[in-house]
Each structure stands twice: as C-alpha cells, then as structure tokens.
C-alpha cells in the first residue's frame, strides 16, 4: 500500500512536471477509519510517503464527496504544504490551494458533490468541515470551472 501511494505521488509529480496536468485524474484511496475525527486527513509515513486516512463512516454517508476530500487531504503534499496531524493547524491559504488543486485533479462528479454538500447549511452543521463552507464551495467551483471540469450551470 505505502509503496503504491509513492508510486502515485511520483507519478503525479511527474505529470505535473511534463505539462501533461490537464488530464491527470487524482485517485486517492487511502485507509478508513471510523473514529477519524476529521473527514480525511494526510499522514507520513517513513519519511515522505503520504497516507490518506478518511473516516470510513462519514465517507459512507457523502458518497462521492469523499473522493474529493480525499484528494483534498492528498494535494497538502502535492502542493508541499507541512502535513498536519490536525486539519485546523492549516491556514485558510492552504486549504484554499487545497480545495483548488482538488477541484482542478478530482473527478468532475467528486467535485460537485463535495460542492452540493458544501452549500447544504442542513449537511455541513453535521459533519467536521475545516473553514468556511460556502468559501470552500465557491472555491471549489471557480476552480473546476478554470479547468473545463465544471458540472453546474
């Protein structure tokens, strides 16, 4: 598993590097676990290897949304950010990038959904959501939309 996520952060370092971006499509799996606080949080492992922890219950209750979080989580190391092991320690210009570098590498459908969740005030007030949601969805719009992977109208 450790090897495969290094495996996969070079090869993502690598088509971020070549200029073959574009049409890169971030696909995180990580580990659940249902007492993770957080929706998904990155962790290192020996060194550089990044590991993506998600809660596995709240993610069963988002559906696709969790990939974006996921791949939220994960673009802290491809944006070389300081990996926390609490997602509040993180600036709002972090998330932000985030958010973005998500929106931009996620499945456009991942995205979306984690946008319809975002703006549902009724879903938000109960789940562990890091920021502001209504910024986060509107970051997350604006960025899809840049990169031609936008759902909504």
């Given at each position: 598993?450790?090897?495969?996520l290094?495996?996969?952060l070079?090869?993502s370092i690598a088509?971020?590097?070549t200029?073959?971006?574009?049409d890169?499509v ?7 676990d249902?007492?993770l606080?957080?929706?998904a949080?990155?962790?290192v492992?020996?060194k550089?290897a990044i590991?993506?922890?998600?809660n596995?219950?709240?993610?069963e209750?988002i559906?696709n ?6 791949n939220?989580a994960?673009a802290?190391?491809?944006l070389?950010h300081q990996i926390?092991?609490n997602?509040?320690f993180y ?5 932000g990038s985030?958010d973005?570098?998500a929106?931009?590498y996620?499945?456009?459908?991942d ?6 969740l975002?703006i549902?005030e009724t ?9 502001d949601p ?13 990169n031609d ?5």
């Amino acid at each position: 598993m450790k090897k495969l996520l290094f495996t996969g952060l070079f090869l993502s370092i690598a088509a971020a590097q070549t200029g073959c971006a574009k049409d890169y499509v971030a696909y995180v799996d990580g580990v659940g676990d249902p007492r993770l606080p957080y929706m998904a949080i990155a962790r290192v492992e020996r060194k550089e290897a990044i590991n993506i922890i998600y809660n596995s219950k709240i993610c069963e209750d988002i559906g696709n949304a969790c990939n974006f979080f996921k791949n939220h989580a994960y673009a802290h190391s491809m944006l070389r950010h300081q990996i926390f092991p609490n997602p509040n320690f993180y600036t709002q210009g972090n998330q932000g990038s985030a958010d973005c570098w998500a929106a931009k590498y996620s499945e456009a459908e991942d995205s979306y959904a984690a946008y319809n969740l975002l703006i549902d005030e009724t879903k938000t007030a109960e789940l562990p959501i890091i920021g502001d949601p209504l910024a986060r969805a509107e970051i997350i719009k604006t960025c899809s939309a840049e990169n031609d992977r936008w759902l909504g109208t």
